[in-house]
């Protein structure tokens, strides 16, 4: 027989209510699943360290140290084009040997970023770049020396770090930016009435010259600690009968206020890597933050 209306109606509010009371039910199902699941993946390691904000301002003054040794060491390519002039019309310049001669970092402050890394932060610092320029209009030609002050750049760099399959920590650049305030250009030699002309307009191209340079650099100084931690040594010797294994277990966890890293802290006899019958129990860190760095054994 064919329902009627209003008992039609009744069966869908039933079905949606059920639907709805299932709702929670699925949640706690699905999230214990998921739970089970990063229990299974996860080994127990023997070894805990948790590294937190006090040990990133602790480094931080030496990476930023080693990073403004390798801007320093920035190498410019030399530059040419055109400029036109209401009152002399379009110019050829020519800008070579530009070399960095001070350079300063005042202010700088490092945090860690959830799931990614450490972010990185530099604002307000300065260049002073020194440089040759040579201008070329029909048969008119002369040349000279500048110097350049650059202020207010900003470099903002996040830091990846995981672990990789040998068992070995692993950092990389995931994203940098940077910028420049302002380009002052000053000639160093007579007719600045002349250069001064076409100041602004060379500002332009230096501007670009060094904020393209900028970022390679610091992904270039992270790349060399990278290649550093490839060689690290995961299994150390302590005498002739034993050793231990301190590779990575588990990928690193970021929080934004510290980060945790689970050796697996095995002792082996020499030349016999036979693990024992049981499992370390989980370790559990204190949710502290007056120190740089926990430790948990097991």
């Known amino acids: 027989k064919r329902l009627g209306p209003s008992v039609t109606c009744c069966l869908a509010l039933s079905r949606r209510r059920h639907q709805v009371e299932m ?10 699943l998921l739970f089970l699941a990063s229990c299974i993946l996860c080994t127990n390691p023997g070894l805990k360290a948790r590294v937190t904000q006090k040990a990133l301002d602790y480094g931080r003054q030496v990476g930023v140290a080693v990073l403004q040794q390798k801007l320093r060491d920035l190498h410019f390519p030399d530059l040419d084009g055109k400029v036109h002039l209401d009152v002399i ?9 530009l070399q960095i001669d001070k350079l300063g970092l005042p202010q700088s402050a490092v945090k860690f970023s959830a799931g990614r890394g450490i972010q990185l932060s530099i604002i307000n610092g300065y260049i002073g770049v020194t440089g040759n320029f040579r201008i070329k209009k029909h048969f008119i030609r002369t040349s000279g020396s500048f110097e350049v002050s650059v202020s207010g750049l900003s470099i903002s760099e996040t830091i990846g770090m995981t672990r990789d399959s040998t068992g070995r920590p692993a950092i990389q650049s995931v994203a940098c930016s940077a910028s420049i305030g302002k380009v ?11 250069y001064n002309l ?5 500002e332009k191209p230096i501007r670009k010259a060094l904020t393209s340079q900028i970022c390679p650099k610091v992904s270039s100084a992270i790349n060399e600690l990278e290649n550093n931690l490839k060689t690290m040594e995961i299994l150390f010797k302590i005498n002739q009968f034993a050793e231990i294994d301190y590779s990575l277990v588990n990928q690193i966890e970021i929080t934004n206020d510290a980060m945790d890293l689970d ?3 095995q002792f082996y006899r020499v030349g016999q890597r036979k ?7 989980p370790i559990s860190l204190p949710s502290q933050s007056t120190h740089m760095l926990y430790l948990g054994i097991s």
């Open 23 to 32: 709702l929670p039910r699925l949640w706690i199902v699905t999230t214990a």
């Open 89 to 97: 019309g379009t110019i050829h310049y020519y800008i070579t040997s």
């Open 184 to 194: 002052d250009v000053v000639f160093t030699k007579k007719k600045k009435w002349l």
């Open 198 to 202: 076409f100041r602004k307009l060379l």
């Open 263 to 265: 050796f697996k802290g």
């Open 275 to 281: 693990d024992p019958p049981f499992k370390p129990p």
